[in-house]
């Protein structure tokens, strides 16, 4: 289930950068798509994980933090991606820094690489509920 995380976290930085650079209307609507679809599924095993690791005299408080740190992760990564296109802005060409502040998901793609070289047991944790799931 990480390894699938780990993937889909990536995917979503490769269809980031392609939709950056896009200059075609088709391939733009396809990464879009697929940023959307690899974010759900990296949702829906982030939110699983939380539910099924926590002890349960834990699980609300945790289930908290976990609901603030996300929303305002998203707020934070907004704000970011609005400096950076501002930061890089051209006279001449308007849309460079908004641009660049797409492809800046070239950082998502390092955070999932440092995160696998670091940890690279998470490739195979198998630790609590999820280990009886398996068979």
Known sequence: ???????????????????????????????????????NISVVIRHT????????????????VNTLFIGESNELGGYESGEVAAWFKRPGDPMFGPMLSVI????TLLVVAGIAAVWPQLQWYERGPLS????
Do not use: C
């Open 104 to 107: 800046s998901g070239i950082g």
């Open 49 to 64: 994980l939380v539910q099924l690791q926590t002890p349960n005299e834990m699980r609300g408080r945790v289930s908290a």
């Open 132 to 135: 009886a799931m398996k068979s």
């Open 1 to 39: 289930m990480l390894l699938i995380l780990i993937w889909s976290v990536a995917g979503l930085g490769v269809a980031k950068i392609v939709f950056g650079w896009s200059k075609s209307f088709p391939l733009s609507l396809v990464m879009l798509f697929l940023t959307g679809a690899l974010d």
